[in-house]
């Protein structure tokens, strides 16, 4: 049993006034084995105005949850999305909807009990997860 796991399941935003995307992070959280499913917390998503490209991802804290180290895993959900899923939102609408973003986690989690937190692989078995 770790200390804290999160396991993300999907980030759902709209494109506001402001040219970012503002939404929704649902997770579910483990603590000593204990799970808090569907947390859901505010999420924005903004274009780093120096360098064009760039994307953030700023999740508001929860303050009704205990969750150490939420920074730290805010700064790795960031990694994992826009370097290693190389994501890249779309302002562009498609038909009479505003642009979204419509991000789906599956078959992974974070592992928050070390000093750093760590991308694992959820298996289909039974066995010891993979870093990813």
Not at 61 to 79: A, G, K, Q, W
Not at 100 to 112: N, P
Request: negative net charge.
């Amino acid at each position: 049993m770790q200390f804290l796991n999160i396991y993300p399941k999907r980030i759902l935003a709209t494109l506001n006034a402001a040219n970012a995307f503002e939404g929704q992070f649902t997770f579910d959280l483990e603590q000593y084995g204990l799970i808090t499913s569907d947390v859901v917390c505010e999420v924005t998503l903004t274009e780093d105005q120096v360098m064009p490209g760039q994307w953030k991802i700023w999740v508001k804290p929860l303050f009704d949850i205990e969750m150490p180290h939420f920074e730290r895993f805010v700064d790795t959900l960031n990694h994992y999305v826009f370097e290693v899923l190389q994501f890249m939102p779309n302002r562009t609408a498609i038909g009479k909807d505003l642009p979204m973003v419509k991000l789906f986690f599956s078959d992974i989690y974070f592992d928050m009990s070390g000093t750093e937190p760590v991308v694992m692989r959820i298996e289909a078995k039974p066995s010891t997860p993979k870093k990813i």
